[in-house]
């Protein structure tokens, strides 16, 4: 790949312990030290690490941010001259979600620019791939161009305490089809971290699949409950989770992502395929 160095360890870090952090500026200084080396966490994953909401740095969908949108966060007044800390922003262009980030206080923001990782020395629209921002919300190339595109909104949520919003997560997982979604999307964060392209694709072949197998990813799907905030919980761990292994398949999704599909990796693909339509039937019932 021209231009492509691998670049920046991935520090030791365990999530668990930044969950113990008592606010949003906290967990941003300790993200801030951290980079992404494969492609996946992304500006909404790295919005619910900010908040505690998850400890997997992982690709998050764009419905599992509005799943905590929907239950667990009020929409207030944005004033970006004068942030609430720890408020969730979300940036829109013809009403699609497209990035998210915290505040940090009145004036700074942590975000990610994209789901490219460090992987690749420098990415079109992404002057850092891999990294986490914290800086001024100005400095934001989503957010400065509030004003400039006619299409583009922006909105600010105060959101649930972090032990609250996991309480209903425990209690979801209490559910074994929930829990076992849950424990695959985390397997999934561990092989991102994976610099080695021979042992992630043995691991991919091997360990993720056999796990996919034993905890009946597909039968649960098929569960189902009368809650619908849980059936959309089950859906965003789906789509997030599916994401990931999508570009976990593909050795480099930038540079040509037509091609990145290598031959190694077709059981895995050919696994993954087979799942996409029950993520779709899951979608359509929900969002019909």
């Not at 004033?79 to 990035?99: M, R």
């Not at 299409?151 to 309480?167: D, T």
Request: charged share 25%.
């Amino acid at each position: 790949m021209l231009g492509r160095v691998l670049t920046l360890l991935i520090l030791t870090f365990t999530f668990a312990s930044m969950g113990k952090a008592s606010s949003a500026s906290e967990k941003a200084l300790a993200l801030v030290k951290m980079n992404a080396y494969q492609d996946g966490p992304n500006c909404f994953n790295t919005s619910l690490l900010s908040l505690g909401y998850t400890h997997t740095q992982i690709y998050a969908s764009a419905t599992e941010v509005e799943y905590y949108l929907k239950y667990h966060c009020q929409e207030v007044s944005l004033n970006l001259n004068k942030l609430e800390p720890s408020s969730l922003l979300t940036y829109s262009e013809d009403g699609l979600l497209i990035h998210t980030a915290v505040a940090i206080n009145t004036n700074e923001i942590l975000e990610k620019n994209s789901l490219y990782g460090s992987k690749h020395k420098e990415v079109f629209g992404d002057p850092a791939p891999g990294k986490y921002l914290l800086h001024s919300v100005k400095k934001s190339i989503f957010f400065s161009q509030l004003g400039k595109k006619e299409n583009a909104r922006a909105k600010a949520y105060r959101c649930e305490p972090s032990a609250q919003v996991l309480a209903r997560q425990t209690e979801f997982e209490s559910d074994d089809s929930i829990r076992r979604l849950k424990e695959f999307l985390t397997s999934l964060g561990e092989l991102q971290k994976i610099q080695n392209k021979t042992e992630l694709t043995k691991k991919m072949n091997a360990q993720l699949l056999q796990k996919f197998k034993s905890l009946r990813i597909s039968e649960a799907l098929e569960s189902s409950s009368p809650s619908a905030q849980k059936e959309l919980y089950r859906l965003s761990l789906a789509e997030s989770l599916a994401y990931q292994w999508n570009l976990l398949n593909c050795s480099d999704a930038y540079a040509k992502y037509d091609e990145c599909y290598a031959p190694e990796m077709q059981l895995s693909i050919d696994t993954l395929e087979a799942f996409y339509p029950q993520i779709f039937r899951l979608r359509e019932k929900l969002q019909p």
